[in-house]
Structure formats: C-alpha cells, structure tokens
C-alpha cells in the first residue's frame, strides 16, 4: 500500500487543476489560480525564449482573396454578442478574418478568475454581400474584437474600444467619432528596419453589470520583442485606459518607441502643400503637445512634409504627451460625413520614473487622407535589453477640448507668409519669412485691451529674427504674435515662440521647423 499524504495528495490535484472540496469545513476551494497579469508575462517570457514566428496560413475560400467593402460588409450579429446578459454594459463582438487581417488572433473571456476562448461560429456573422453556399467548416478564428457601451445615450449600444491590426488600438469618449489611433509598441519607427510587433491572444475579463470599466489582457508577439499588457478602460466624457506593460526584448540595440500614436494630417492652415477640393483643412490631428519633465507645455503643429521628418523633443520623465485635434469648427473642414472636428485627442501620461529619452515625432509624406503619416511615440535614451523585463505604465485619454491640458493661453492658428505684406512699406528682406500665430485662453483677454504689455519671445537656431510683434485677435478674445525670420538658403531652423509679460510666461511654447527654399 502507498502512503500518500494530505500534502502531495493537495499538490497533485493542484498540478492537474482540479478543485479540492473539504470537508467539514464547508468550503470549496480552488487551487486553479485566478487567471491574471502575471500570467500573461510569464507567458511572454516563455515566448521570448522560442524562436519567432510568423506564418499567416492561408485563409479558407472565400475569404482569402476579400476586398476590403466585401470583408466591411461582414458584421458580426448583434443578438450573439457578449456580456449581453449583463444589464447596461458592455458587449463584445469580433471582427471576421479577411482582407488585411490574415493573422488569427485567440480571444479569450474570463469569469471567475476562469479564462475561456470564444469558439469561432458562422452563426455569429452576417456574410453581407459575400454569398456562401455552405458556412466555412473550418475554425477560422477571429481577426480582432470590439466593446459597445452606451457611451452617447443610455439606451444605445456604441463602439468604445477596437483591437484590430497588429498592435493597433481605438478608443472613444462621449460625442466623438474614430480619428487617430494607438499601438501597443513601435519598433524602429522611421527607419528601413521597422517591423510591427501583434498581439497573438487576448483575456477580456468579465464587466460588473452597469459598470463603465473593463478590463483587458493581451500577448504581444514581435520580431524584436514580445509582451504583456494589461488594458483598463473607463468610459465617460473623457475616456482614459490604464496601460501597464512588460516587455521582453529578443535582441539588444533596438529602438522602441513607447505608447505610440499614429495619426493622418493631409492639408491645414499652415501646411498647404497638398490640396484637397473643397475641405480647406483635412487631419485627424493638428499639433503634437508634449508637457516637459520641468513642466514646460510645447506645441508643435502637425505637417505632410514633401519628404519624411523626424523632430525630436530630449527630456527626463515627461509628464505627457499627446496627438490633439484642436480645431473643432465645422467650417474649417466642411466635411458633413466626416466630421473631422469631432476626432478624438490622445494625451498620454507616463506612471512612474520613465528616466532619459525624447518624445520623438514621424512626419509621413501623403497624397491622400487615406494614409496615417503621423507617429508620435516616447523613445527611452538606454533601449531595453534581452533577458531582462521592461516594465512601464500609462495612462491614454480621449478628449475634444480637454482644458486642463496646456493651462495657460494655447495656440490656436498657425500661418506662414511671405516677411512683407502686399502693398507694405516695410523693407524687403530676401529670403525672409514671417510667421504668424495666434494665442488663446489662459489669461490673454486681459490684454486684449492693451497688447504693447505683451512680449513675443521669438527665437531661432539658425539665422537670425528680424523682428517680432504682438497684436490684438478680438475674434479669438486673445493675441496675435508675428515675427520674421531670415535663415540661409537650404538651412534648416527650430523655431520657438512664447508670450510673457513682466516676467510671467503666458502661454505654452510654439515650435517649429522650417527650411529656407533654396536658391533664394
């Protein structure tokens, strides 16, 4: 006879995952562990051990050879969707492989600390105007997921958050329509050796009924790295996600970039380079807005350069950094399905000690609003490295005009013109050129009574600035600054420019680069 203890007897069922019940004691315990965070980073560690792949098998006729109206056209029903058994919460629906999105990706629900996959079914789709003669035999799987929420109205069921596509991710907040986007991780953004890193599986947990928060898992797989992620979403009139991440690098000296942000800007007020019919302004974003480790808000507006741009912005543990759309007037896009002055801002706010680095700024060239030209992301000054975690946290919110952000005046318009107005007596300056901007909120109506009080603080790094003003905007109840600057044929110069009076800076800090035309 074998003697086996109460000990090993309890430590074999728990290899094997079984539930133990006591008796006597009334108590049924589990010594499953509660699915979680740690388990999604052990698992990333152990695939950062194995070797990567990246075998997209082929997708099952029809749907390897879709288009992207057929694979649109393919909607997930909303009866099967779900959570729908909890009341005024969330609901979960997947997107159907197809087109694009050849890579299967596992979604999983949790309950009671119990994780589960969803089972493919054909059932839970409405094929649309793909005619089917049979439904596919074949577990095909699922390309990405999306929570609805009754984000807008009690009674409606709205799309509050979407992972599809690599590393990609959308989320949304009250009266706002998708624009721009997130990703998990960048790698080697803006170089030939780029690659985009994906998310292989998913844990969506189980939401409390009526509540506006949930949470979310993923595993993220890479050439150059794989991950873990933990996603907390709160919906309301901002909505924020809680992003805590552990990376594990497959190879040293790579260049990461951190809670990136990928958005389109096509044409604008200051960037007329590409013209678009009858919409005098096209972008999803407008300005980069990066808040300094020393508290310093700077503003950078967005542009399609003629060739790719690359700004960077050095700091030490920055206190954010964000994609905004601050032009929210109709008329400046004219666009009635578009609607491109309701696109959300994403302002990202670094949790903990983030050390050196830059917030680092892409800047595509587009013929066309179909493409996302615009990446911004937090590049660490000492990449990680192999064999060690990388742990860092976030916080992303979506917002229209989010005042808090840039407390003092803001920029409101940026133009670029030639240094001397048609028709003026001021003296020529080859080669010159004059900026305009305009500054608002904060405490800049009370100069608008009398402005030579204000100072424009204009500088540049290259060249020389011939001369600098400021003037009353009554139409924005704030301040117009302009100034000139004179840079060599070809040079190309940072610009900065603030408003200050006695002493007190009043407004963030515009800044820009520009390129002298050669040949003047």
């Known amino acids: 006879m074998i003697d086996i203890t109460r000990r090993q007897m309890i430590g074999a069922l728990a290899a094997s995952g079984a539930q133990i019940a006591f008796p006597g004691n009334g108590l049924s315990q589990s010594l499953t562990p509660k699915f979680g965070f740690d388990e999604v980073v052990a698992r990333a560690r152990d695939l950062a051990r194995a070797p990567f792949e990246d075998a997209a098998p082929r997708l099952p006729d029809p749907f390897d050879a879709l288009d992207f109206d057929t694979w649109r056209d393919i909607r997930y029903k909303p009866d099967h969707a ?63 997921f999306r929570l609805h929420f009754p984000v807008n109205d009690p009674h409606v069921q709205d799309e509050a958050i979407s992972f599809l596509g690599a590393s990609y991710f959308r989320f949304l907040g009250r009266d706002q329509q998708y624009g721009l986007s997130a990703r998990a991780l960048c790698v080697e953004a803006g170089t030939s050796r780029e690659t985009f890193p994906f998310f292989r599986e998913f844990w969506v947990e189980t939401p ?34 809680d992003v805590q991440a552990t990376l594990f690098p497959r190879r040293s000296g790579v260049k990461f970039g951190l809670a990136p942000l990928t958005s389109m800007y096509l044409t604008g007020e200051n960037d007329r380079r590409v013209r678009d019919g009858f919409r005098d302004e096209l972008h999803d974003s407008d300005g980069l807005l990066v808040r300094t480790g020393s508290d310093e808000w700077l503003w950078r507006p967005l542009g399609n350069p003629a060739r790719e741009r690359m700004s960077s912005f ?58 996302d030209n615009i990446v911004a992301s937090w590049a660490p000054a000492t990449p990680p490295e192999p064999d060690k975690a990388f742990s860092f946290a976030y916080r992303v919110t979506a917002g229209l005009d989010m005042p808090r952000l840039a407390p003092n005046g803001r920029v409101v318009h940026t133009f670029e013109a030639p240094a001397r107005a048609l028709g003026s007596s001021e003296p020529n300056n080859p080669g010159a050129r004059r900026f305009l901007v305009d500054f608002a909120g904060g405490d800049l109506s009370y100069y608008v009574s009398d402005p030579a009080q204000v100072e424009a603080i204009a500088s540049t790094s290259s060249g020389r600035v011939l001369r600098a003003s400021v003037t009353a905007n009554q139409h924005i109840d704030g301040l117009r600054a302009l100034f000139d600057v004179s840079v060599k044929p070809g040079d190309t110069a940072d610009l900065r420019l603030f408003l200050r009076a006695n002493g007190r800076t009043l407004t963030e800090t515009w800044t820009y680069p520009w390129t002298a035309p050669s040949g003047t």
């Open 82 to 144: 779900l959570f729908s058994n909890l009341a005024g919460g969330f609901r979960l629906h997947t997107f159907h492989l197809g087109f694009l999105y050849r890579r299967a990706v596992t979604i999983n629900t949790i309950r009671d600390g119990i994780a589960a996959p969803i089972p493919y079914s054909p059932a839970m789709f409405d094929y649309g105007r793909l005619k089917l003669d049979k439904a596919p035999a074949v577990n095909t799987g699922f390309a990405g």
């Open 208 to 241: 409390v009924s009526g509540n506006n928060h949930i949470t979310i898992y993923a595993l993220l797989d890479g050439e150059a790295a794989t991950g873990a992620y933990r996603f907390d979403l709160t919906v309301g009139q901002e909505s924020t996600l």
């Open 314 to 371: 050095l700091d030490r543990n920055p206190r954010g950094f964000g994609l905004l759309q601050r032009d929210r007037t109709f008329e400046s896009y004219q666009d009635l399905d578009l609607a491109y002055q309701n696109r959300p801002s994403y302002f990202v706010e670094p949790v903990g000690d983030w050390g050196e680095g830059r917030v680092e700024l892409i800047e595509l060239p587009t013929p066309d609003e179909t493409n």
